[in-house]
Structures are given as structure tokens and as C-alpha cells.
């Protein structure tokens, strides 16, 4: 039987073209993040399942990527549940194995902890355009910090990145996890269906408010508190401001701290933005993890209909590893996302280093060999790029593609 060439389905090989464009996508996040004071940190691609399956990852935990025992802990004929099989799982985000790291090692971290960490996750998804089952994500982190700061550095720093890389015009919607509660509770919902009418929520922005009454009907719930929910969101729509006018609505409902914090960082992120961005308040901005506790945000691309990345607070994690809460922040940008608009928009790496081609013909011999690879390690030091390489047969096509991939200047040596 044939190997196959194929990668596994869901995953992809990466072209010089593209991985020259992801290198440079990662030099930027990592220098515009330590700017802000950011740390890299690096986790193991698996983590232990009971990390992954503690109900904090929402909808993901269903698509983990389990890991059996091994050698004689592997007993297949003895096994009568999951749990005698499988002893660890692929990383699904980045966020359960940074709150394990920290757990692990804050005695020899500073407070707060400002994390960036940048590697390949792993999901059990349906493959499709931009979604794979491999792919990477840029994390920024702040643990320890438990005021709006955290928010608004993470916003302040994500932004400035992505308005580096060209994109202008973009927003960052932003929402309450305790909104979302409170108008709920205020509707008539009871506190054991919130998750499912999140859920029902987070699909507006494709089947609308009608669409969203139409399914909340079908799971049962109660007319009149499908009426009073969605007046909220016409109420929002229609206020000059709809943080204002939901605590107003809202209140006995909702801590009054909310509204202050939102409208705080709201305000200062805008007066102090270095990119072409708006600040939007969504009440319908949902994010699927269930680890979020309060503000929650999303990089949101109108002009290409995208999302590019998002985030929020998490404070109530890092105790589940160590039976104390620590308040926790993150902001997570879709990198693969990003690579893909980026390819498509005809993006070239800016300012790179001049690039030589060096052919060689054959039977060169080994004096001259030596003088061109001694040259060439000069024109290396002085900061340009040289490729040496033996003369095709068919030169005219070998300098073509040379051409096509940025060698502007070669240089043929012959041996007379």
C-alpha cells in the first residue's frame, strides 16, 4: 500500500510564501506585546485530561484530541470506562495551560503577571476555509491584576498590534458576562437555562432577533420573557447609549460597578488608541468559553465580515488549581485568521533583507568554489540574504522562479 503525501485532514503544510509571512506576523505580536510588558512563556502541547474536561472550556471539550495510556498502563480488555484508556489530551486553547502553568510556578513569578504565549492548538472541528484542526494562537495574559487596568492594557496592546500589520477600521466589541446575567434574570429566565439562552443569543448576528425569538419559543420558554428579553436589545439599538440605559433598566438587577467599569474603559482606550479602531458595546456578545466571569471583547472586521480574535476576564480559573482565586485577563488574536486575509489581500513582507542568488555551474573547481562561498559569506555579514546553489540544465526556468520568490540580483560563476 502507497504512503499517502497528503497532511492529515484538517491540518495543512506551509509554503515558504506563507510561512515567510507568518514569521514576520509573529515578530511583530512579539515585539509590540513586550512593549507593553509582556513576557513569553511556552506550555507542553498536552495537558492532563482532567485539566481539559473540567467544564471550563465549553463546546471545546468536546472536540479534544485524546491521548491513550501507554505500555502496560494500556489495558484494553480490562477497560470499562474512558478514564482506563485515556490519561492525557491535545491542548485545545492556550488559556487551561497557562492557568496550570502559573498554578505551577507563581512563587517564582512576578504580581501581576503579564504572559504573551504563542503555539499550535489542536481541535476535533469540521475542517473548513480558515478553520483547521491544527493551527496557532497568540495569547496575552494578565494575571493578578484585579481592576479594569488589565482590560484596557490588553485592549491597548492587541490594537496597536493589528493596526501594525494594516489593518484599519476594525472594532472591539465589548460586553459583560454580568450583563448578559442580569438581563436574563430581568427577562424571566431561570438561572439553570442562561447557558442555553446564551447560546440561542450568540447566533443573532446571523438569524436576527426574530430568529432568536423563533428558537427560544421552540425550546419552550415563556412568551411574555422572550418579549421582555428582546425589548432590551431594541431598547439598547434605540438608546444614545445602551450601557447607560441597561443599569438604568436593569437595576436591582445588575451591580452598579458594571456600568462604571465598562464606560471607564471604553473611555480610556479611546483617548488613548494608536490604531484606526472604534470601541462598539454589543449586549449580544456572547464568547463560548464558560470560564469568562465579566468583561469579554471580540476583534470584530465589518468591511470583511470576520472576527479576528477575543477575550475577556477569568477570574475564578487559577482556583480551581489551587483552591484560591486569583483575577485573571486575556486577549487572544486569531492568528490564522490574520495569515489568511493577509494572503488573500496580496500582502508582501515589508522592509526584508536584500536577496542574492549565487549559481554555480558544475565541476566548479574546489579553489574557485571556495572564493564564491568566501564572498558570499561577506555579502551574509553585511546583512543581505545569499542563496548558493548549483546551475539547472535549464537556467532560463531556474532564474525565473528564482525571480518569483524575490531574488532580484544573481550572479552566475562559471568554471573558465
Request: aromatic residues 10%; contains cysteine.
Amino acid at each position: 500500500m502507497a504512503l499517502s503525501k497528503k497532511p492529515v485532514n484538517g491540518m495543512k503544510d506551509i509554503l515558504p510564501e506563507e510561512m515567510q509571512i507568518r514569521d514576520y506576523v509573529q515578530q511583530v505580536i512579539k515585539e509590540t506585546y513586550r512593549s507593553f510588558g509582556f513576557t513569553p512563556i511556552e506550555t507542553p502541547c498536552m495537558e492532563n485530561i482532567a485539566n481539559l474536561s473540567n467544564k471550563q472550556g465549553g463546546e471545546n471539550e468536546k472536540l479534544i484530541f485524546k491521548v491513550m495510556k501507554r505500555g502496560e498502563k494500556l489495558k484494553v480488555a480490562e477497560a470499562k470506562e474512558e478514564a482506563d484508556l485515556v490519561d492525557f489530551g491535545m491542548r485545545y486553547d492556550l488559556t487551561v495551560p497557562l492557568v496550570r502553568f502559573y498554578s505551577n510556578n507563581a512563587n517564582d513569578l512576578p504580581s501581576p503577571f503579564k504572559a504573551i504565549q504563542m503555539g499550535n492548538v489542536w481541535r476535533a472541528d469540521r475542517p473548513q476555509r480558515g478553520r483547521y484542526r491544527q493551527f496557532m494562537q497568540c495569547d496575552i495574559d494578565i494575571i493578578g491584576e484585579p481592576t479594569n487596568l488589565a482590560e484596557i492594557e490588553l485592549i491597548l496592546a492587541t490594537t496597536t498590534t493589528i493596526g501594525k500589520l494594516g489593518f484599519k477600521n476594525f472594532e472591539i466589541r465589548i460586553n459583560e458576562r454580568r450583563i448578559l446575567k442580569a438581563m436574563a434574570a430581568y427577562s424571566g429566565f431561570a438561572e439553570e437555562d442562561f447557558d442555553t439562552v446564551f447560546i440561542i443569543l450568540d447566533k443573532m448576528d446571523k438569524i436576527g432577533l426574530d430568529g432568536v425569538a423563533e428558537e427560544l419559543e421552540k425550546e419552550g420558554y415563556a412568551k411574555e420573557s422572550i418579549e421582555k428579553y428582546l425589548t432590551l436589545f431594541k431598547g439598547v439599538e434605540e438608546a444614545e447609549n445602551g450601557i447607560k440605559y441597561l443599569a438604568k433598566t436593569l437595576e436591582g438587577y445588575l451591580d452598579p460597578e458594571v456600568e462604571r467599569n465598562l464606560l471607564e474603559i471604553i473611555d480610556t482606550v479611546e483617548g488613548a488608541k494608536a490604531a484606526s479602531f472604534k470601541m462598539v458595546f454589543d449586549p449580544t456578545l456572547v464568547r463560548g468559553m464558560s470560564y469568562y466571569t465579566g468583561t469579554i471583547f471580540e476583534i470584530s472586521m465589518p468591511e470583511l465580515g470576520a472576527a479576528c480574535g477575543g477575550g475577556g476576564r477569568y477570574d475564578k480559573m487559577v482556583g480551581k488549581f489551587t483552591g484560591q482565586d486569583v483575577p485573571a485577563c486575556g486577549f487572544s488574536i486569531g492568528f490564522e485568521r490574520i495569515i489568511l486575509l493577509l494572503m488573500e489581500s496580496g500582502f508582501t513582507v515589508p522592509t526584508q533583507r536584500p536577496k542574492v542568488a549565487y549559481l554555480i555551474e558544475k565541476g566548479c573547481p574546489a579553489e574557485k568554489l571556495g572564493e564564491i562561498i568566501g564572498k558570499a559569506q561577506e555579502e551574509r555579514a553585511a546583512g543581505k540574504q545569499v542563496l548558493v546553489v548549483r546551475m539547472n540544465k535549464n537556467k532560463k526556468f531556474q532564474k525565473e522562479k528564482l525571480d518569483a520568490e524575490g531574488y532580484k540580483e544573481i550572479i552566475e560563476f562559471f568554471n573558465k
